[in-house]
């Protein structure tokens, strides 16, 4: 399966973005979906993350800033970032959990700049 990211961009602080993760038609059944997000220099770090029921767990540099959600019939899951600041700057990084005839890995987007300005 692919993921398709998109929705990055330059904005000033304190202004929004919504990322958006298609993940493409295939065999593969898609679980848990996710952002990760990686600044210059900096570790991957987990971001947000969603179940197939709608059960979300964030990191806690973002709650009550971001929400994260999904629609299961597209296969997509959306990240609406708000009151963004200079440190959310990363590259984002969408992630899915994939099952094919039992076996579980991980699948990665290519990722999106997003470049918050002060």
């Known amino acids: 399966v692919q993921l398709q990211a998109s929705g990055g961009g330059l904005v000033q602080a304190g202004g929004s973005l919504r990322l958006s993760c298609a993940a493409s038609r295939s065999s593969v059944s898609i679980g848990a979906m996710g952002w990760f997000r990686q600044a210059p220099g900096k570790q991957r770090e987990l971001v947000a993350r969603?179940?197939?029921?709608?059960?979300?767990n964030y990191a806690d540099f973002v709650k009550g800033r971001f929400t994260i959600s999904r629609d299961n019939a597209k296969n997509t899951v959306y990240l609406q970032m708000n009151s963004l600041k200079p440190e959310d700057t990363a590259v984002y990084y969408c992630?899915?959990?994939?099952?094919?005839?039992?076996?579980?890995?991980?699948?990665w987007g290519q990722g999106t700049l997003v470049t918050v300005s002060s």
């Open positions: 992630n899915a959990d994939g099952n094919l005839s039992g076996w579980w890995r991980d699948y």
């Open positions: 969603i179940g197939t029921s709608g059960t979300t």
